[in-house]
């Protein structure tokens, strides 16, 4: 129940004070001891609240899952281990997992058939970068961007980048995804007109130091254009991308989704 609603009900006698307050309360977090939801999190930030999987118990994490199924009847989990997934599962069948980018998915039906706006391409210098790169894509779909996926087009065979430039054109940004030494989101920033937001990876060979190598690459690439989030933060990177897409289409980052 939304603040409307909540005072139109008080003032007409429909909610008790006591309800009203105990509502007005829960708006700005739902306390569970181990947990603080925040349901009111896409008011304020056009952006619904977005769980952490890793590290949970699963007790705590079918918990946190059925007062969001709940209380807004959608929840992204990110970096959930398939244990956790089929233990939500147990309680929520309408789940949905994604092996690959380890996302865990409570979606209405009404916002699934809405369609998504703009544009927003997530490219990968290898196979193996798709892992990060799904996360990514699959939170700006969450969020209600349009996304196209350009995969395996990295610096080692630069000719399958370059016969796919128009599938950046008319982006509102990339998405570019890359390990070893990195390279593929400078190309991409020369190659285009719209921000590039770089994603290091974990993906290399001694050196490559966890993905530190590639991060360093990324951050002092002599393209403009470029902004990079941290070593595997795919989810980062979608979220950002969304704000970006919003603002090309719609000139606001706060959209109801």
Request: glycine share 10%; charged share 20%.
């Amino acid at each position: 129940m939304e603040i409307r609603e909540i005072l139109t009900g008080l003032q007409q006698g429909t909610v008790p004070l006591e309800e009203a307050e105990q509502l007005l309360k829960d708006l700005s977090y739902e306390e569970m001891g181990y947990a603080k939801l925040d349901h009111h999190r896409q008011k304020r930030t056009g952006f619904g609240e977005v769980i952490y999987c890793e590290g949970k118990s699963l007790e705590h994490l079918q918990q946190i899952y059925l007062h969001f199924s709940e209380k807004t009847g959608q929840v992204l989990g990110t970096r959930a281990s398939r244990q956790q997934a089929e233990a939500v599962q147990e309680v929520l069948p309408q789940v949905r997992y994604d092996a690959l980018s380890r996302t865990l998915l409570l979606q209405k039906e009404d916002v699934k058939a809405q369609e998504r706006i703009g544009k927003i391409t997530v490219c990968t210098g290898g196979t193996s970068d798709i892992p990060v790169a799904e996360e990514a894509a699959i939170t700006a779909e969450y969020f209600g961007s349009r996304v196209t996926r350009l995969y395996d087009v990295g610096v080692a065979g630069i000719h399958r980048l370059l016969s796919n430039t128009d599938k950046l054109r008319g982006s509102s940004c990339v998405i570019a995804v890359a390990g070893m030494e990195g390279a593929l989101p400078g190309v991409v920033a020369g190659l285009c007109d719209v921000p590039v937001i770089a994603v290091p990876t974990s993906v290399g060979y001694g050196a490559h130091f966890g993905g530190l190598s590639p991060l360093l690459t990324m951050l002092n690439s002599c393209a403009e254009g470029i902004a990079v989030v941290n070593i595997d933060n795919g989810f980062g990177a979608g979220y950002m991308a969304t704000q970006i897409n919003r603002l090309a289409v719609k000139g606001s980052t706060h959209v109801e989704v």
